[in-house]
């Protein structure tokens, strides 16, 4: 699982009993919106707690130390600041921290991390990770110094923009989220995480656009929980049938308790005996 999905899974997703019979609230921390909580009633915190899903997570927030680093120059053309020799005591501290994130040691590989971009400032990718560490720390705000930092050397990075992104969005600060994915599409338009992180900063501003439909009919495909929220948007927007559509869809690929809570939501909106998948009231 990418590390920004076990995030958005904090959004979207609780550990609430499935015997709850209102529908969920898939807007969670954004808005109180039209929808009652339910099923899904997200949380927004921080802390080991918020990123319970880490274990299953990949490399996504990481970016690797470019093939020209730390071993020779480019054969031609002109040198950026971005591609000066990082010195090697620097690349082997920014592996110490890789190394520590992999094991979900966040705290030491921000550690080494903050070794690396303090003997090689211009370390773009020693940058990016170190606020991915802070990130999944839980430290939103500390890791959006090091996302622009990172930026501001290497303004080509489509994964930077997105963690950028990201941080914004949960530290509810939807129109700068929406503006830094944006970013990234303009570098690369079919970017999952960036196509979600835009229809989730729409749907937190409650501009229920076809944008925002768009955006999470994109991201779902690799991202299904994404479906969640496309359902509350379609609702927004007065689609009810395109959302329940777009529920039983979910539901293919859905499993274990989310399955049931879903199944829930999906018989309040069909107006059908909800007993059997919700429980006794």
């Not at 290497?154 to 503006?179: F, G, H, I, Q, V």
């Not at 994404?226 to 869809?249: C, N, S, T, W």
């Not at 539901?251 to 007993?275: I, N």
Request: with cysteine; net charge neutral; proline share 6%.
């Amino acid at each position: 699982m990418k590390p920004f999905l076990c995030l958005l899974l904090m959004v979207l997703v609780s550990c609430l009993p499935a015997r709850a019979q209102k529908p969920p609230n898939p807007f969670g921390p954004y808005t109180s919106g039209s929808f009652q909580s339910g099923p899904y009633p997200p949380r927004m915190t921080s802390g080991p707690d918020a990123f319970r899903f880490h274990e299953r997570m990949n490399l996504f927030f990481l970016t690797e130390v470019e093939p020209r680093v730390g071993s020779s120059l480019p054969v031609s053309g002109t040198v950026s600041a971005s591609e000066l020799l990082i010195p090697t005591k620097a690349i082997k501290e920014f592996k110490r921290g890789r190394k520590a994130y992999l094991a979900n040691d966040f705290k030491s590989s921000a550690e080494h991390f903050e070794k690396a971009v303090q003997m090689c400032a211009d370390f773009a990718e020693a940058h990016n990770n170190l606020g991915s560490s802070y990130l999944m720390e839980g430290s939103s705000e500390k890791s959006l110094s090091e996302f622009e930092k990172a930026i501001a050397l290497d303004p080509k990075r489509t994964e930077t923009y997105s963690n950028l992104s990201l941080a914004l969005l949960l530290l509810k600060r939807y129109p700068d989220s929406e503006a830094e994915a944006r970013q990234a599409l303009q570098i690369d338009p079919r970017n999952v995480m960036s196509l979600s992180l835009l229809g989730h900063a729409l749907a937190a501003q409650q501009r229920y656009t076809q944008e925002a439909v768009d955006s999470l009919r994109q991201s779902r495909k690799d991202i299904p929980e994404d479906g969640l929220l496309l359902v509350g948007v379609l609702l927004g927007r007065g689609e009810h049938v395109q959302a329940v559509a777009e529920l039983r869809e979910y539901l293919r690929v859905a499993d274990g308790p989310q399955k049931q809570k879903a199944q829930c939501w999906l018989a309040q909106l069909t107006q059908t005996d909800s007993s059997r998948v919700c429980g006794a009231s």
